[in-house]
């Protein structure tokens, strides 16, 4: 299963999550408090490995805009929340789904997008606020043709039960490898650890 650490913002952070396996390395670039600047992104990564890919998160951006960003900051992939005004970005495109019982439905039949990302429904900011989505109001059985990606609350502690439940492509964590609100270089390596792990049986 791959990972993806979000909310990256200094150099030891992306060096410690390359270092423990990260497969993506997510960079937000919407307002928020992990928001960082197209050239800092391009500057703590000049050193990553090309197979790791690098992801701007961006909410209900212009088209130009994320084209900007993805050229100052040498972005692979973006992930977007919120309103999708077009999905033809020189980059794959990751789109962000709320679990909220009622609109995901919908919003995965509008999308032609290869990856899924499923998320608690937005608070005071999209995407991120460290909360785990009600499981049973998503049915994933169903999706065949795309990359299942679960965020939302993930900590080392529950990784493996989301991974046995969903059998998704991969799993995303911000908040959940962050102590007072900073990335924790422990807590990043325990959950990379914790969501690799194979089950034994």
Known sequence: MKVKICGLKTKEQVDVAVAYGADYL???????????S?????EITKNVPKEVKKVG???SPTQSDVEEIIQRAGLDMVQIHGALTT?????????????????????MEETAAEFLLFDAPPKQFVGGNGEVF?????????????????????????VQQAKQRFDPYAVD?????ETNGVKDSTKIIAFLKKAKEEDHV
């Open 57 to 59: 998160v961006f909410v």
């Open 173 to 177: 964590v911000s908040s959940g490898v």
């Open 26 to 36: 997510g960079f937000v670039f919407a307002k928020s408090k992990r928001q960082i």
């Open 87 to 107: 999905e033809n970005f020189s980059v794959p495109l990751i789109r962000a789904i709320p679990v909220d019982g009622m609109e995901q439905e919908k919003r």
């Open 134 to 158: 009600d499981w049973q109001q998503l049915d994933t059985s169903a999706i065949k043709t795309k990359k299942i990606i679960i965020a939302g609350g993930l900590t080392p502690e529950n």
């Open 38 to 42: 197209p050239e800092k992104a391009k």
